[in-house]
């Protein structure tokens, strides 16, 4: 019998409902579940938002990498695994204007319709390509629910900013 590993990771909490809707309304997908965790083709993906489109119901999977600070790390993860999703999407917790001086550093010709949302402002900086992807089966590797989910988004929002800001005497 195949075990699940159901360990909580902060980065969860990066994907909120708020992002999916974004998301939705940059793609006009609708999104009917979210899988985090998944092993596809040897990787694994943070998160994957099974979709159809809202005009003829195609199938869609938006992948998405999910970090809290590591830029680099979060893009070369991205690139290895975009080929497996219609659309991909780095999430990670920088701002706006953070995520837009590295994505000049790297230069579009690199991106590969890979998409960066900022979860601090929780809005798309750069829209992911619709890419035609290569058919593998996921996996769910942990199961989540949605308790875990709002419970790291407080703790990630509200508890550690004051925390932070009690440590440094604010």
Known sequence: M???????????????????????????????????HVRVAGFEVD???EAHTLDKEIRRLV???LKDSDFYKAFNQAVERREYFDYFYVVIDLTTRTIVEYLLDLGREKLNGIGFISALDEVVV?????????DAALTPKRNFDKNQVDLLEFIRKKGWRDLKEVENGS
């Open 126 to 134: 750069l829209p992911s390509k619709f890419r035609k992807r290569i």
């Open 63 to 65: 992948g998405f990498e």
């Open 2 to 36: 195949r075990q699940i590993d159901n360990r909580v990771y902060l980065e969860d909490a990066l994907l909120t409902w708020k992002v999916l809707d974004v998301v939705y309304r940059c793609h006009e997908l609708k999104i009917e579940r979210v899988l985090r």
């Open 47 to 49: 998160a994957v938002a």
